[in-house]
């Protein structure tokens, strides 16, 4: 399974950015996707989960998101996005889409703490909010 970000750059404080995981190689089964951010020096910090099998599950947030993102699949593109608005200056980091293979039941919000279950990580889109 091979991961590529885009979408990163830099903004101002209130602006928005749309980030797009795609998803290619063996796919099969890597059905969970998460996005997590980092710092330089610290652990990566869950932003949000997503199941993509089936009819797809419901999301779930970092409670530093408190509503301002969201996690979609994006059937025409074929990407996984988180949308971002009203960027904070502290969601400044190096943004990670991560994919692993997982039942439903297993891809929820406890993995947002759990970076370590995901397998599979693409190279991560920097994020600059000044």
């Known amino acids: 399974v091979q991961l590529v970000e885009s979408g990163g750059g830099s903004v101002q404080v209130g602006g928005s950015l749309r980030l797009s995981c795609a998803q290619s190689?063996?796919?099969?089964?890597?059905?969970?996707i998460g996005w997590f951010r980092q710092d330089p020096g610290k652990e990566r910090e869950g932003v949000a989960v997503?199941?993509?099998?089936?009819?797809?599950?419901?999301?779930y947030y970092g409670d530093h998101v408190n509503g301002r993102f969201a996690i979609s699949r994006n059937n025409v593109k074929n990407t996984v996005d988180l949308e971002m608005h009203n960027l904070k200056s502290e969601d400044s980091g190096i943004y990670y889409c991560?994919?692993?293979?997982?039942?439903?039941?297993?891809?929820?919000?406890?993995?947002?703490?759990?970076?370590?279950?995901?397998?599979?990580w693409g190279q991560g889109t920097q994020v600059t909010v000044s």
């Open positions: 190689g063996h796919t099969a089964g890597s059905n969970c």
């Open positions: 997503v199941y993509i099998g089936g009819g797809g599950g419901n999301p």
């Open positions: 991560a994919a692993e293979d997982l039942a439903f039941g297993g891809c929820k919000g406890d993995l947002l703490s759990n970076a370590a279950i995901f397998g599979h």
